[in-house]
């Protein structure tokens, strides 16, 4: 049976890295007694996965892990797995819900299209501008460019951004200004909350400390 996981990822958590946290979900199925299907070749791995990876220090509100079950446990119902791993898992995750996907095909991570974050800048001085003035200021540029690392090569490319970006607000609050927005995510495109941040800073001039910037995922969407 394939399941799909909901989950929070918040607090000290959100600092270990995404290949750490598979290992966390993978370990607490094995303490948990859930037997997880495998594939098959020379290097077997558990059928599970993430609908899209947390970058470093991001919390999030709308995580999806899914996976492969070998056993069947239809007989005690998703709601028995999810309790098992709830009483294991590290404090920062918590675990929502639980359904069964037996006729999806495609996996979560193929299915993603965009996500919604909400960023917070912490400012030298408050911005004098309104909501409205910033989007302008921001959205009404012809183009939004930003240095994006290739995959590759790992060279720095100017690339524009806007296209990526589907819904953005600014909302000031005294020190802090607050951004919601829905950027692209997933395989078929995808743009980094850094890049938005990057050029965000660059347009309005902001002077402000990285490590005291703050970025949530709130919600994923998927295609369908």
């Not at 394939?2 to 995404?18: L, P, Q």
């Not at 030298?124 to 012809?142: D, H, I, T």
């Not at 995959?151 to 200004?177: A, C, M, Q, S, Y």
Request: proline share 4%; aromatic share 8%.
């Amino acid at each position: 049976m394939k399941y799909i996981i909901c989950f929070k990822k918040t607090g000290v958590i959100c600092y270990t890295s995404h290949l750490d946290i598979l290992k966390i979900f993978k370990r607490s199925f094995k303490r948990a007694g859930i037997k997880l299907a495998y594939s098959q070749g020379f290097n077997p791995h558990p059928k599970m996965g993430f609908a899209q990876p947390l970058s470093l220090g991001y919390k999030g509100y709308d995580e999806y892990i899914e996976f492969e079950t070998a056993a069947d446990y239809q007989d005690k119902g998703p709601e028995a797995i999810l309790e098992a791993l709830r009483a294991i898992m590290p404090e920062g995750i918590t675990l929502v819900s639980i359904k069964e996907a037996p006729e999806m095909k495609k996996t979560l991570a193929s299915m993603t299209e965009a996500a919604e974050y909400e960023i917070r800048i912490r400012l030298g001085l408050p911005l004098q501008e309104n909501a409205r003035e910033l989007w302008k200021a921001y959205m009404g540029q012809e183009t939004i460019m930003a240095l994006k690392k290739q995959k590759k090569k790992k060279d720095l490319v100017l690339v524009d951004i806007k296209p990526k970006i589907r819904e953005i607000t600014f909302n000031p609050k005294g020190d802090v200004l607050v951004i919601n927005a829905v950027l692209d995510a997933g395989s078929d495109s995808n743009l980094s909350p850094e890049l938005l941040i990057d050029t965000v800073i660059e347009t309005f001039g902001i002077e402000c400390d990285r490590a005291e910037t703050e970025v949530s995922r709130i919600k994923l969407q998927f295609k369908g």
